[in-house]
Structures are given as C-alpha cells and as structure tokens.
C-alpha cells in the first residue's frame, strides 16, 4: 500500500524494524500517559475554518533558529539513528538540507560529528546533554567548533533515564540473559532487509561522538553503561553557565515545560527553547507539549524564540503548534519511523507530505504566511482554555 502519511511510515517503520528497535523509538516512559496525551491533545485543539480569503501564493517559508527555512519545522535530535537506516543520520542531514529544514544531530547519534558534518554545506545544529566529566564535555564542544556547528542544543529534561518498560522487556536495557541474547538474533533474522542493509552493511554502530571517551568500545551495552555513571542529575543553572562561558554561539535550552523555567532560560543567555517532555519518554505525568505552550510564550514576553516538540504527526498539527504560540515545531518519532521505513528518500517524502499537508491546512484556515498564524486561528472556546 502507499504512503500517505506520517502514521503509514510508522507501520512501515514496525514492519521493518527488528521489534526491539521499534519498540525504542515507538515507546514512552512507565504507562506512556504523556506520550499519548502529546498526540491526543494535539488532536483535540480545534481550528477555526474560514472561506473566501484569497489565499493563492501562499508561503511557508520563515526564519527558525537563526536562519531561513523552507517551513517551520525542523529535525529533532534522535539517539541512535544510524541503527534505524545505514549511516542513518548522514541520509537524514543531507535531506533536511534539500529540503531547507534544519537538522539536529544528537550527541547519542550513530555518526558522529565528523562523519555528518562534512556531508552537508551549512552549519550543523549540535544536541549535548550535561555530562560530568567536564574535560570530555570541553573537548565535545571544541570538536562541535571544529565540525563547524553554530548552534548549540543543550537537553536538560535527561538528567537521569526514566525507566522504559517497553525496553526493559525487549531488553534494550538492563541484563541480558543467553537465553534473551538469543531471542534478539532470533528478532533480527526474522527481518532480513534491515539485518543486511543495517546489521552488516551499516556498520561501525558506534556513538560517534562518545567514542573517544569509551575506550572500552562504543557499543550499545558500553553506552547504557557509561550514560548511568556520566549523566549529570547534579546540574544547576550555574553548570549552564560554565557552557556558556565556552559557548558564545545560540544556545537552545530543550525540555522546558514550566513557565518559570522558561524565564530562568531568558536569565540564562539562552537565545530559544523546546518546549517539550522528550517525546513522553521521561516525566510520565508531566502535561502534553501543546497544553503547557501557551503559559510558557506568555512566560517570556517574546525574549526568546520559542519551539515545541511532542506529538507533531502531520502539517494541521504543525499549524495546531503555531496557532498556539510556537514559533516552530520539531519532528522527533515522525522522521525516526520514516528513516526506518526507506532511508533518507522516505524522509524527504515525508517532509514533502507535513508541507502539503500544512499548505492546505493554511489555505483552509485563512492564512498565506507563517508569520500571521496566531490564536485567532483556533476556535474561540480553545483559545480561552489555554
Ligand atoms: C528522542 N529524543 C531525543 N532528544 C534529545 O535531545 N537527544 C536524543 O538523543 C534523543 N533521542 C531520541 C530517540 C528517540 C527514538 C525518540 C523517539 C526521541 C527526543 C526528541 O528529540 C523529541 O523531543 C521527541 O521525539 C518529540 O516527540 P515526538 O515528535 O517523537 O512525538
């Protein structure tokens, strides 16, 4: 069957994928309560319909993250993307680039800064978490310099990991047993195309960017290990100092979904933030994205440039984000599921489908540009609650 959007690559994302790896990308923290709130609510926010409003040439084109984009959306961070398609984040830099859209590489990622930097023109976007070796961290942010980054994306809703009950049952994480070890090969044969293409032909699978510090081997099992000892629950704002001090470029704050937090970020030098819960994967409990934007854009009085993650599925829910105060939306499980599916061209097609999708939804709501969708874009009643 064909593809026609992005909950049809999610499908095929499953059929391809060895289930444990499916699983990583497809899950939420505890009972997934957030995850699914992220979509739900989203789904839930009515727009206001309007007619006969000339709405011939639109354009979609905007400013994001310091620079011109094709449309409001970029590439969120996504660990271990070279598992999901061969040298996955290199296919999905070099797309998002034809396509005018930022992309994101995380610091969990399969290709390193030196392998995807060179593979793209512009300046990449570089996610780091705090880690606590600050000697390492100091080298990472000079090896982003060198590979050439502008923008640096620090995550700071993943001090700790949330347990992941989906992958503690595949066991992606925690003990492996033979018996489990067994059951994984198992997995993976039974899914031929990925094991070639991926298993054999897309190695080394390595975290690039953390290999120096594993001499150990920069394997899955070594990063589980090496996240519990390196990741920092001890981080204050003043440890976002010490980054700045040796950042002097944009610095994104992502994972901010409390309006004091969001003025603290302004405090902090920061020049956007994420609204986001890390796509329900850390604080189950925690509110939906869309429901804790409004507060937060209200928090900041327009000091900062303020994005939203969590949920997004198609162009009506990039306009559902917009309409709500984000001036841009990133793309977390959509282009994961699409990479998985058919590599870097599935991930462009993907974005072709979010723009027409997001066209329409502008057309049909009275709108030809970007910068003109606000709250009176949603229904009345809508905008009261929020
Ligand atoms: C993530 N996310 C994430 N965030 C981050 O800052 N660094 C990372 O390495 C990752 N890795 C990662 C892997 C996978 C498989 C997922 C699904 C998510 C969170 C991501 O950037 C984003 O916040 C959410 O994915 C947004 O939610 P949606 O679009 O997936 O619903």
Redesign the pocket.
Same mark, same amino acid.
């Given at each position: 069957m064909a593809i026609a959007c992005i909950e049809d690559y999610r499908g095929a994302a499953r059929r391809r994928l060895p289930r444990f790896l499916f699983d990583?990308?497809d899950g939420g923290s505890y009972a997934e309560t957030t995850m699914r709130a992220?979509v739900a609510d989203l789904e839930r926010l009515s727009l206001r319909q309007r007619v006969m409003r000339d709405v011939s040439g639109a354009q979609l084109e905007t400013r994001m993250l310091g620079r011109s984009v094709s449309m409001p959306v970029a590439l /969120?961070?996504?660990?271990?993307a070279g598992l999901y398609a061969r040298r996955g984040e290199v296919q999905a830099a070099r797309v998002a680039e034809a396509a005018g859209v930022p992309f994101i590489l995380? /610091?969990?990622a399969c290709c390193g800064l030196e392998e995807v930097a060179p593979a793209v023109q512009a300046p990449l976007l570089f996610?780091l978490y705090m880690i606590k070796d600050r000697a390492f961290m100091a080298a990472l942010l000079d090896r982003a310099r060198a590979a050439g980054v502008e923008t640096l994306v620090m995550?700071v809703d993943?001090i700790i990991h949330s347990p992941r009950y989906r992958d503690m049952r595949s066991t992606l994480t925690g003990r492996q047993t033979v018996l489990d070890r067994l059951r994984r090969m198992i997995e993976i044969a039974r899914h031929p195309g990925w094991a070639w293409d991926v298993g054999v032909r897309g190695r080394p699978h390595i975290l690039g960017n953390f290999a120096p510090a594993m001499p150990g081997g920069a394997g899955l099992a070594q990063f589980t290990d090496w996240v519990s000892r390196n990741f920092d629950p001890s981080i204050t704002w003043d440890d976002l100092a010490w980054v700045r001090e040796r950042w002097k470029g944009p610095l994104v704050l992502?994972g901010i979904l409390d309006p004091d937090d969001a003025r603290l970020a302004c405090e902090a030098g920061a020049s956007a933030i994420v609204v986001?819960n890390?796509?329900g994967?850390q604080l189950d409990g925690a509110p939906s994205t869309i429901s804790a934007l409004r507060p937060v854009v209200e928090a900041v009085e327009g000091k900062l440039e303020v994005l939203m993650?969590?949920?997004?599925r198609s162009g009506v829910d990039v306009l559902r984000a917009l309409a709500s105060g984000a001036s841009g939306v990133?793309?977390?499980?959509?282009w /994961?599921f699409a990479l998985a599916a058919g590599g870097g061209a599935s991930v462009s097609h993907m974005l072709e489908l979010l723009r027409h999708e997001l066209a329409v939804a502008m057309a049909l709501t009275g709108y030809s540009r970007i910068a003109d969708i606000g709250p009176e874009a949603l229904l009345r009643t809508e905008r009261a609650a929020s």
């Open positions: 990583y990308i992220n /969120a961070p996504i660990g271990l995380s /610091a969990s996610q995550t993943l992502k986001s890390h796509g994967r993650d969590g949920g997004i990133l793309l977390g499980r959509a /994961a």
